[in-house]
């Protein structure tokens, strides 16, 4: 993970946009424009057609995230933009690792670095298996780095998806900025 | 079974509302190509002229608009930027959407510098350009572009129409999106085969889209702690920009400030929104405003702002910039809140309401003490600055003579458009601005060029008034083909060139801040009278002081375009000046 300089925060945002074309690079230039990197992006459809969910991770000052996230908001198809500490949110990623088969014929101490590791295999091949980790960065990191000697082929890790931890609903979000709005 | 359902946070009731509303339909004809359904669409939002540039990607449109140019009139620029800056220039006057169309790849890339200088000063323009067909997208096509993803950054909203059926609603939204909330440019990209395809048309107005909340309802709680911090002020100070011209709140400004005896300065975009004659107007803010409301900002202890940015060029340096003050800021747009100065109170809200919500709860104040130090600070501009501006001791006029003087005869009644340089901060500070919608300038993106066609845009969009162009010798060699619109359309724009042969304002930051090493900023210039006359414009070039009086005599006398070349002191300097990243307080009178 990278590290936090001066007084920088992670922070997680998350953004309900219409699923149109472009509305990504919109996004990504307002980081951009900030010489702000993205250190991990989540795009997908919610549950409710039509409506995308981005997670975007990025290390900023607190004085400055406010700021940000008023100029996503302002994008005409941004519906609503939060932002959290790394403590407002419960956050997962997924990692797989591509290993050779033979490594687990030749030792039990893979099997082990596995069981200890809550990781799973999801496919075996006659030349290489696939195990997945679910867990913070820290986490799939780890695990790589204790399989490392055993020869990993591949290596991909997903980016931070998150659930907010405050109780509100966006769509209650919604209908009070409807309900404050003219239009 | 609570958590269950509140987990769910991305549930979004849909049927709070659809994606976007519109209206009844207003416009209906079948069997049309997507080009005739563009020049329909721009009739159904009452538009009566576009700037543009044709092109092979738009061609099919230039073709519709050949069987109703007898209902949209059509000027050819010589540069797709100053269709950009046209459409600027009469958006602003006109305070509805200016139109520019420009074909793909050049012609729309040539549209970006004004697409930008609307953006950063929330001027609503419409740009429509041509596109390869669809299925030479990404294909490195003759003439193709990415707009979209070049144009992202720089429009408010941006769309790519790739068949016939979408234009309509494209065009609506573009309408909706660029004029409502803060306004600002869209643009609108149309591949050659939806402006070839036959379909149903059918217009509908845009009311609304899900995504977008543009304006919001007057919040009375902020409305009543604005009012106690106001009422019970002791230095209260009112900073205007040009979201009270964009609102029309031009009488609610005057109303407050008579009420509850504010001090009101402007900025550079919100002048002409108060009369530069009202008592309590007392100058203008920023890098080369007015001494007393620079250095007073620092000494009131409420500071209200409406409809205005706190640009760095008005703040100077933020950590010594009202640090004393309350902060009282309205801005229909909820990202202004913050972001360069922290408030108390923020209403976000237009400005015109706002304003008619707080007017009731203010109470009748009068600030003698308070008044009478902007006088002072005025009488002490007056005497080392304006009144040496203003002294004919030199061997040619200088920059803020020529302005006094026009001023004087126009009796601050004409609009004048500006360019960038010392030109432009010379006849903002010396034009007695007494007429609303009087001022188009470029200002937050600083554009040379932006003058001239700005300037045509701004006659076309108010005939009835006289539209001066005051331009730099530098500026008006930017985009100075464009005379070739004011002759093709005689189109009455007065143009004044104060020309020093010098890019006076860099020239001005080299002496001052480069020790005088004088980098590139000496211009040979051609022979300016000769060129408007060539272009038929009848013109003439002023180099006595003498002659001047006379000579803006004829200018204004004119019935026609008139071009005015005065060669004007070449070493002048613009002062007061808070030299880039200084506080205000540190302002300089020489």
New interface residues.
């Given amino acids: 993970m990278q590290p936090l300089e001066g007084n920088q925060q992670r922070y997680t945002i998350s953004i ?3 699923d149109k ?2 509305l990504l ?2 996004i990504t ?1 307002i980081f951009t ?1 900030r010489k702000i990197n993205i250190d991990s992006l989540t795009v997908s459809e ?3 057609r ?2 995308s ?1 981005f997670t975007v991770v990025i290390r900023t000052t607190p004085d400055r995230i ?2 940000i996230v ?2 996503i ?2 994008q ?4 609503k933009a939060f932002y959290y500490t790394d403590d407002q949110v419960v956050y997962q990623e997924l990692a797989l690792y591509k290993l050779p088969t033979e490594v687990f014929a030749s030792s039990k101490a893979v099997e082990k670095i596995l069981r200890d590791n809550h990781a799973r295999v999801i496919t075996i091949e006659p030349e290489f298996i696939v195990i997945e980790k679910t867990g913070h960065e820290e986490e799939t990191t780890k695990l790589f780095n204790e399989l490392k000697p055993y020869g990993v082929l591949s290596f991909v890790r997903s980016g931070r998806i998150a ?2 931890k405050p ?5 209650v979000h ?2 009070e ?2 309900n ?4 | 079974m609570r958590t269950l359902v509140q987990l769910d946070e991305a549930e979004l009731n849909t049927a709070i509302h659809s994606q976007n509303q519109m209206g009844p339909p207003i416009i209906e004809k079948k069997g049309i190509s997507g080009a005739e359904a563009v020049v329909l669409s721009l009739l159904a939002e009452g538009v009566e002229c576009v700037f543009g540039y044709p092109g092979g990607a738009i061609m099919p449109v230039y073709d519709a608009l050949y069987d109703y140019r007898d209902r949209l009139t059509h000027y050819l620029v010589r540069h797709e930027q100053g269709a950009a800056h046209a459409a600027q220039g009469y958006a602003r006057v006109k305070r509805r959407a200016g139109v520019c169309m420009a074909t793909s790849g050049p012609g729309a890339t040539n549209l970006i510098t004004g697409i930008a200088d609307a953006m950063i000063d929330s001027t609503p323009i419409v740009c429509i350009t041509g596109q390869v067909g669809k299925h030479l997208l990404g294909t490195d096509a003759f003439q193709e572009t990415d707009v979209i993803g070049i144009s992202m950054p720089i429009t408010k909203w941006n769309y790519q129409v790739t068949r016939a059926e979408e234009i309509p609603e494209a065009i609506a939204k573009a309408f909706y999106i660029a004029q409502s909330g803060r306004p600002g440019p869209v643009l609108i990209d149309i591949t050659k085969n939806a402006q070839t395809e036959i379909f149903d048309f059918q217009y509908r107005k845009c009311l609304k889209i899900r995504s977008y909340f543009p304006k919001r309802k007057v919040d009375m709680n902020a409305i009543q702690r604005a009012a106690e911090l106001l009422n019970n002020a002791q230095r209260p100070f009112m900073l205007i920009g040009q979201g009270v011209v964009l609102s029309g709140a031009q009488a609610e400004v005057q109303e407050v400030a008579e009420k509850a005896g504010i001090p009101v300065a402007s900025t550079l975009l919100g002048l002409s929104a108060m009369s530069v004659h009202h008592p309590q107007y007392v100058g203008y803010l920023g890098m080369h405003g007015n001494y007393g409301p620079n250095v007073l900002t620092n000494q009131c202890d409420v500071l209200f702002a409406v409809g205005m940015r706190f640009d760095d060029r008005v703040t100077g340096r933020l950590d010594c910039y009202a640090k004393q003050a309350k902060v009282i800021h309205i801005d229909i747009d909820p990202a202004e809140i913050d972001k360069n100065v922290k408030t108390e109170v923020a209403i976000i809200a237009d400005a015109k309401e706002a304003l008619q919500a707080l007017l009731p709860l203010l109470e009748v104040k009068r600030y003698p003490e308070w008044m009478a130090r902007f006088r002072e600070y005025n009488a002490i501009e007056y005497e080392k600055v304006i009144s040496k501006d203003f002294a004919p001791n030199t061997p040619l006029p200088k920059m803020a003579e020529v302005v006094h003087l026009l001023s004087q005869k126009t009796k601050g009644k004409a609009i004048i458009a500006t360019d960038v340089g010392q030109h432009q901060m010379m006849a903002t500070r010396y034009y007695e601005f007494d007429e609303p919608y009087s001022n188009v300038t470029s200002g937050g993106l600083g554009t040379m060029g932006f003058c001239l066609p700005a300037s045509i845009g701004a006659k076309i969009g108010r005939p009835d008034r006289e539209v001066i162009a005051i331009i730099g010798d530098g500026g008006f060699q930017m985009t100075m083909q464009e005379l070739g619109v004011i002759m093709q359309y005689h189109i009455p724009v007065k143009i004044i060139v104060m020309n020093n042969n010098y890019l006076g304002m860099v020239r001005q930051w080299q002496q001052l801040f480069f020790d005088r090493r004088y980098s590139n900023v000496d211009i040979q210039n051609p022979d300016f009278v000769k060129i408007a006359e060539a272009f038929g414009i009848p013109a003439r070039r002023v180099e006595k002081r003498e002659q001047l009086s006379q000579a803006l005599d004829e200018l204004l006398n004119s019935h026609s375009a008139y071009f005015l070349e005065v060669m004007v002191e070449k070493e002048d300097n613009v002062f007061p000046m808070v030299p880039a990243g200084t506080c205000i307080a540190d302002i300089r009178l020489e």
């Fill in positions: 309900f946009t219409e074309v472009g690079s919109r230039a424009r919610t549950e409710n039509g409506i969910r406010g700021v008023r100029q908001e302002k005409v198809e941004v519906l659930i907010a109780m509100k609903l966006l769509k919604l209908q900025l409807e404050i709005s003219v239009f």
